[in-house]
């Protein structure tokens, strides 16, 4: 995925051309943050409720609420808005700190909107100074959404998703072919602990099924954890694993017609093996991965998060335990306003945010240099969020978003049709 950075003089969107160091320096710490806010800035500053009036006129009905640089706010009176990153820079003391300056916040008295407000996400505020330097918020939520199309207007043809830029003509071309694919379909399994027999037989259960279907899927995705035990510097069973991705292979080569015709796609999970824990994650080792592809030699082994272009749409795919995270990072209980679902809150809060993981670095570290790998700018048609928690799906402002819940623990799985966005929430 290529890098790219707002220049707010000029107003636009340049490329890193760069070589990207696994091992920032500190520069690239405050980078990733700069780089986070001047993104839902830029958005935010062609919204018509928060941009400045041309002339000083009446504002129409809906008033103009124009954002103010934290800086501005001392020695000032009355009501304001500000946006900021919420920042904890003492010990139970929390912050919003902006590209001018950071303030103390109290947001015990604010009503906010659906989402989860944890610690290093950007929120837009209402509120006053108090005479003892604390900025008191009486409203507050995240920064708007931009429908999808005026996104890539206003990109002049940057490839933010990373599948290559494609004419207007291959465009029309592919949405052409696009509603022609009705048969396409993806299958998606997450936890599939391949050293437990029973997953494995749970598994083949589901092989045989759609080997005998009329037109087979074109696509079985399976997202780790592909072990029961965590594969940290106490787990010595890698040759174990090693054979179980062999055993695999083979259970998916007894079945003839889905190794002809549909393609196979691996993500590793949270607790795979890998060098390490942080975000974004490289693909499987292929020590592991050897014996499998010796019976599937065209399996993919991705990265996680995954992206997945299928004709003119764009699918994220990401595997990490957020809900229960961002639940034990949250600052403020969650608005029960407009849903109660936990689901509902995380899918508005990566939405918002415009990106996978909005938790703070010391619950969830991230690769400095490669935080835009985990960016969700233009929005994408769909965002499969593989988690621990109950298999759910939910259509938030067009944005179609699904766990398909652990396949181990609960026996569910989601058979997907990106062609219609429908998603088949199914279990054995």
């Given at each position: 995925m290529s890098k790219f950075c707002y220049d707010p003089i000029k107003k636009i969107f340049y490329e890193n051309t760069g070589r990207l160091a696994i091992h920032g320096d500190a520069s690239a710490k405050s980078a990733l943050y700069r780089n986070r806010f001047l993104l839902l800035f830029q958005r935010l500053s062609r919204d018509q409720h928060f941009s400045k009036p041309a002339f000083d006129t009446e504002t129409s009905h809906f008033g103009s609420c124009e954002i103010s640089p934290i800086q501005s706010l001392i020695g000032k009176t009355g009501k304001r808005w500000v946006m900021g990153v919420i920042s904890q820079l003492e010990d139970g003391h929390f912050?919003?700190?902006?590209?001018?300056?950071?303030?103390?916040?109290?947001?015990?008295?604010?009503?906010?909107?659906t989402g989860f407000f944890s610690e290093n996400t950007i929120i837009v505020a209402e509120g006053e100074m108090l005479l003892d330097g604390i900025f008191q918020v009486s409203t507050c939520g995240f920064p708007p959404l931009e429908d999808r199309d005026e996104s890539l207007a206003s990109l002049s043809g940057l490839d933010f998703f990373g599948g290559g830029t494609l004419t207007r003509e291959e465009t029309l071309r592919l949405a052409g072919l696009e509603k022609k694919a009705v048969n396409d379909m993806f299958v998606i399994l997450s936890d599939v602990w391949l050293d437990n027999e029973e997953t494995m037989g749970k598994l083949a259960t589901v092989l045989d099924g759609y080997e005998n279907v009329e037109v087979v899927p074109s696509l079985f995705i399976l997202m780790g954890n592909f072990c029961s035990h965590p594969c940290n510097l106490s787990f010595h069973?890698?040759?174990?694993?090693?054979?179980?991705f062999g055993k695999l292979g083979q259970m998916i080569a007894?079945?003839?017609r889905l190794k002809e015709h549909s393609q196979f796609l691996f993500i590793p999970g949270p607790d795979d093996a890998g060098p390490s824990t942080v975000l974004p994650r490289c693909a499987l080792p292929s020590y592991l991965t050897e014996e499998f592809k010796k019976y599937i030699p065209n399996a993919i082994f991705s990265s996680n998060p995954c992206r997945i272009k299928f004709y003119t749409q764009e699918i994220v795919l990401f595997r990490q335990d957020l809900l229960y995270r961002m639940r034990r990072s949250c600052l403020v209980p969650p608005s029960p306003e407009e849903t109660s679902d936990p689901f509902e809150h995380l899918v508005a809060t990566i939405t918002h945010q415009s990106h996978l993981c909005p938790l703070p670095l010391s619950v969830q570290p991230i690769v400095w240099n490669y935080d835009h790998c985990l960016h969700l700018y233009p929005n994408p048609h769909t965002i499969v969020l593989g988690d621990r928690s109950e298999q759910k799906a939910f259509k938030y402002t067009g944005i179609m978003c699904f766990?398909?819940?652990?396949?181990?623990?609960e026996s569910t799985f989601v058979a997907y049709r990106p062609c219609t966005q429908e998603v088949e929430l199914s279990a054995l």
């Open positions: 912050y919003l700190e902006d590209l001018t300056a950071s303030v103390e916040i109290n947001l015990s008295n604010a009503k906010i909107t069973s890698f040759s174990s694993l090693r054979l179980q007894s079945h003839p766990n398909p819940g652990s396949f181990s623990n």
